[in-house]
């Protein structure tokens, strides 16, 4: 049907399929023979959030269900949302085009810290009071999850409920209360969250905890206001991946969107306790899919889209204890329709010559090595165990299988490092690039090194860590760009001003709310985009709200402070943390549990799910 | 098998743009299960040429495509099982075998034929307005318009382009050249005619190779052509 929205919008927006929401593999319900109402939001623009792998996995457990339907909905674009506030529209869904409004409960995947400010201004956008304290049974519930959600408290005053860890289960869990408890066609707000805060193993409603502050700013405590909530809440974890739902279709964008090809998730977790890594801790155990099972999973999504790209993700993807078989498998049955394979994040030590071999038979796809610290020193630190023999091994089969371009992944700003490790970083590129030679000639030899600056992340080692300073990571990138010589090295760097954002909300408590709603208020949004990010204005906002922003990012935290996030149970103890903080800090290595012996980090005790490696 | 497919394109994919298009029909033909023909190397590509790409936010009920088969099918099997998988308001309505040395698509198409019409009723007179308008254009030997490419601007004189174009009732039909012999944009006539295009309805009724004298659909240089509705 042709609408106002076809009509006059989506001639005046760019990328107006974006906002169609009648892609092959989208499902729309009939409104009138569906009792609830869920909308997945993803707070960035469709392009990014079409990529992403929860989304699809939850989009298809809820729409799999008769009696819920689920819709999605993006940020919308600049272009859109000037159009919205000029023709006073409410934000809408993807697939029936209603106002968000007019759903029960609206979920968040929360996968950046600078996505945050899309999340207030969706709500703003579809006419829903962004604090959670001014909504009312009118108003949709708001849900978030995804990995940010294990500190929510940059964003307690604005989402209802968080649901920590593994979304399988627990979408259904919440989506039967509601369905218990909805009454003609009302969900009674306090009655869902306390429900679900008392009874759904993961649920944090930030309303029923009360946050004490030192004087000085910390917190001092974290303590529920209701009873039968949990002090502590568990994340959930998915114990068997082979029998937790996956789509068998994906909806296929129109528009040529990120990651847009089939995906199988070959397995979830990580335990090569990279110390830096917040995925590694909260995603543990590791548990692997049955060769079988991923198989038929890549036979159905083939079938079902008609993608001409098949990628493995994980973690860590070379891990996978069959990978060069489920890798030949794959290809071999897929190669003569023109379908290639791709595996994005091979580590070097996973990777071998004849595995190189196949994938260039298939196709040449990037590869990108991450040693993350230029020295062996930093690595030890950081727990990268990856020696310079290693990557130097890996890189020399690399161009000797005829790749002519790699990709390095360096961080600054890790803890102890010093001016040494920046400069091994120029070392460590320039001794690739002399592999690179020896075995390539031509104007396409290219080493390209890629460098983010270390943010340090709740529910790891570095969690009690300083930042290092916007200053200071400006100096070594300055030493960097002066150290590397010649063109065959590429550089490229992150803004360290977006950095030290996303370190202020990485491990903010609540109170960092308040600039977020006063940032937004400024315009912010976007602030992934460096053409949208305006860090004069989250300054701006952090001075109104009387906060400041360098007591979360750069402030070293003793192991007694109470922790913003401490209420939130991700599996690995406090005590396994400040043992690898301190192994860190003495520069001591520890091994990976899926080979080596355990740790200790408490996942598989204390939750009853151990890891799960196929063939075991 | 060379095999050239005639099909629809709705009101519910009109914003979807050529690369776009491309993208679906090469993922809807991979869903259909046809055996597509690849191209060699790195990347290999299943081989599609389109005919002339449409306008963004224009419909159409003529639009041409060839595919390139490793094998021979069933020309109307080959018609549902893709109507089984395309998107709502993409609809393959014909298919013919062409033979293997037949030109490409885009240089033989040369002509087309679109309906114009007013998301809006007109106000009165309007209509009166711009027929007039559209015969004082008529009568210009030079129709001057810019288009700005990556190599820059250029002017372009449509009129000989406009082979015709005329009110009929609530509509404006026009005939124009398009594709390897000139193109007239729809959009860029409604602007000539003091219109703004978003404001207007397009639809391609058509797309032809003139050819002595007459004009001819893509469909009349495949042998058998097997009819999809
Ligand atoms: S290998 Fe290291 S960085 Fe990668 S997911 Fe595992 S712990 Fe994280």
């Known amino acids: 049907m042709e609408t106002a929205l076809h009509t006059e919008v989506l001639p005046a927006v760019s990328r107006p399929a974006r906002y169609l929401g009648n892609e092959y593999n989208s499902i729309r319900k009939d409104w009138a023979k569906v009792p609830l109402k869920m909308a997945l939001a993803f707070p960035d623009v469709y392009d990014v959030g079409m990529g992403h792998l929860g989304l699809k996995i939850l989009y298809h457990i809820v729409n799999q269900r008769q009696d819920a339907l689920a819709e999605r909905v993006f940020a919308p674009w600049t272009d859109m949302e000037e159009q919205l506030i000029r023709r006073d529209l409410p934000l809408f869904s993807l697939e029936s085009h209603r106002p968000l409004r007019d759903f029960h409960l609206i979920g968040f995947t929360l996968q950046y810290e600078l996505s945050y400010s899309n999340i207030l201004n969706m709500l703003h956008l579809a006419g829903i009071p962004p604090r959670a304290r001014d909504r009312d049974e009118g108003h949709p519930i708001i849900i978030a999850g995804g990995p940010c959600a294990y500190n929510p408290e940059p964003l307690a005053d604005f989402i209802d409920l968080f649901a920590i860890g593994e979304g399988e289960y627990v979408i259904d869990e919440l989506i039967d209360l509601a369905l218990g408890l909805l009454h003609r066609g009302r969900l009674p707000r306090e009655e869902f969250l306390l429900e679900a805060a008392r009874k759904i193993q993961g649920i944090y409603v930030p309303a029923f905890y009360d946050v004490e502050y030192h004087p000085d700013g910390r917190v001092a405590s974290i303590s529920p206001n209701r009873e039968g909530v949990p002090p502590r809440v568990r994340k959930q974890v998915v114990p068997d991946l082979d029998r937790a739902p996956y789509p068998d279709a994906f909806v296929v964008p129109y528009i040529d969107a990120i990651h847009d090809r089939a995906t199988l998730e070959v397995f979830r977790g990580c335990t090569r306790g990279c110390r830096f890594c917040q995925a590694g801790m909260i995603y543990r155990p590791v548990r692997e899919r049955e060769a079988s099972t991923l198989l038929r999973q890549a036979d159905e999504l083939i079938r079902n889209t008609g993608y001409e790209e098949l990628a493995l993700s994980s973690l860590s993807t070379g891990d996978y204890t069959c990978i060069e078989d489920l890798a030949a498998d794959l290809m071999s049955r897929y190669r003569d329709q023109g379908i290639a394979l791709s595996l994005p994040s091979l580590r070097v030590d996973s990777f071998k010559g004849e595995l190189a071999e196949e994938i260039r038979k298939m196709r040449k796809t990037n590869l990108t090595f991450a040693p993350e610290a230029g020295t062996q020193r930093l690595r030890d630190v950081i727990n990268k165990n990856i020696t310079e023999e290693d990557l130097l091994r890996g890189v020399e089969e690399a161009f000797a299988a005829g790749w002519d371009s790699v990709k390095l992944y360096f961080m600054l700003g890790l803890p102890t490092e010093t001016e040494e490790d920046v400069l091994g970083i120029i070392d460590l590129a320039n001794k690739v690039l002399d592999v690179a030679r020896r075995h390539r000639q031509g104007p396409r030899v290219k080493v390209s090194v890629s460098v983010s600056s270390f943010v340090p992340k709740s529910h790891t080692p570095f969690q009690w860590e300083p930042q290092a300073s916007m200053e200071v990571l400006e100096e070594r990138q300055r030493l960097l760009t002066q150290g590397i010589k010649g063109r065959r090295i590429q550089l490229s760097w992150h803004d360290v001003r977006t950095s030290f954002l996303e370190g202020v909300f990485a491990r903010g408590d609540r109170r960092v709310g308040r600039a977020l709603a006063r940032a937004v208020e400024l315009g912010c949004r976007f602030d992934g985009w460096s053409e949208h990010f305006s860090f004069p204005k989250w300054t701006q906002a952090f001075q109104e709200c009387g906060l400041d922003p360098t007591f979360y990012a750069n402030r070293r935290r003793e192991y007694e402070e109470v922790l913003p996030w401490s209420h939130i149970d991700a599996g690995v103890t406090k005590g396994f943390l400040m043992r690898e903080h301190k192994r860190a800090l003495e520069g001591q290595p520890t091994g990976d549990c899926r080979v080596e012996e355990c740790p200790g980090c408490g996942v598989c005790t204390r939750l009853g799910v151990a890891n799960r490696i196929v063939g075991d | 098998m060379r095999v050239r497919l005639c099909f629809t394109k709705g009101p519910g994919v009109r914003f979807i743009s050529h690369l776009d298009l491309m993208r679906t029909f090469e993922r809807a033909l991979r869903r259909a299960a046809l055996p597509l023909a690849l191209t060699q190397g790195y990347h290999p590509r299943p081989k599609l040429t389109f005919a002339s790409a449409l306008a963004l936010g224009a419909t159409s009920e003529a639009e041409y495509l060839d595919v390139e088969l490793a094998s021979p099918v069933q020309l109307g099997d080959a018609i549902h099982r893709l109507n089984d998988v395309l998107p709502d308001d993409l609809r393959v309505t014909a298919a013919g075998e062409v033979p293997a040395a037949a030109r490409p698509l885009m240089a033989i198409v040369d002509t087309a034929a679109y309906e114009l019409r007013p998301l809006w009723p007109l106000d009165d007179g309007k209509w009166e307005r711009l027929q007039s308008a559209?015969?004082?254009?008529?009568?210009?030997?030079?129709?001057?318009?810019?288009?700005?490419?990556?190599?820059?601007?250029?002017?372009?004189?449509?009129?000989?382009?406009?082979?015709?174009?005329?009110?009929?009732?609530?509509?404006?039909?026009?005939?124009?050249?398009?594709?390897?012999?000139?193109?007239?944009?729809?959009?860029?006539?409604l602007t000539l005619l003091g219109e703004e295009p978003t404001q207007w309805h397009i639809h391609r009724v058509g797309l032809f190779i003139a050819r002595e004298g007459r004009l001819s659909s893509p469909m009349e240089e495949a042998g058998v052509v097997v009819d999809g509705s």
């Open chain 2, 134 to 189: 559209l015969a004082d254009l008529l009568q210009e030997k030079t129709v001057l318009v810019e288009r700005t490419t990556k190599s820059g601007t250029r002017q372009v004189n449509l009129r000989p382009l406009i082979l015709r174009a005329e009110v009929a009732g609530d509509e404006i039909n026009m005939l124009v050249r398009s594709g390897s012999r000139g193109n007239v944009r729809p959009d860029e006539l």
